[in-house]
Nanobody
């Protein structure tokens, strides 16, 4: 099993920046991929972006492309989400996720961290 813990959320004004961190522990050797999701109040959880742990290739949903950057530190089992030019519509609980079991998608989740962007 893999445990994930997000930190770095908070309140920021529109146009500002935040950096989220995700610390992975447990059977991190089994992690195949990692990603960030977010869930706004009353809405479903949506994919933000992901990264391959093998080659570092990152990919993003259109709404954050060019503003958000995902990076990782494999040696420290850390995943990061740098969020720039934040908008009120980015307000959500942000979740770190890991894919361990092939074919099961993202099957390990953190508890989430709140990001609030004021206008």
């Amino acid at each position: 099993q893999v445990q994930l813990k997000e930190t770095g959320g908070g309140l920021v004004q529109a146009g500002g920046s935040l950096r989220l961190s995700c610390a992975a522990s447990g059977r991190t050797d089994r992690i195949r991929g990692m990603a960030w999701f977010r869930q706004a109040p009353g809405k479903e959880r949506l994919f933000v972006g992901g990264i391959s742990l093998a080659n570092g290739a990152a990919y993003y949903t259109d709404s954050v492309e060019g503003r958000f950057t995902i990076s990782r530190d494999n040696a420290k089992n850390m995943l990061f989400l740098q969020m720039n030019s934040l908008k009120p519509e980015d307000t959500a609980v942000y979740y770190c996720a890991a894919s361990v079991v092939r074919g099961q998608g993202y099957d390990n989740w953190g508890q989430g961290t709140q990001v609030t962007v004021s206008s």
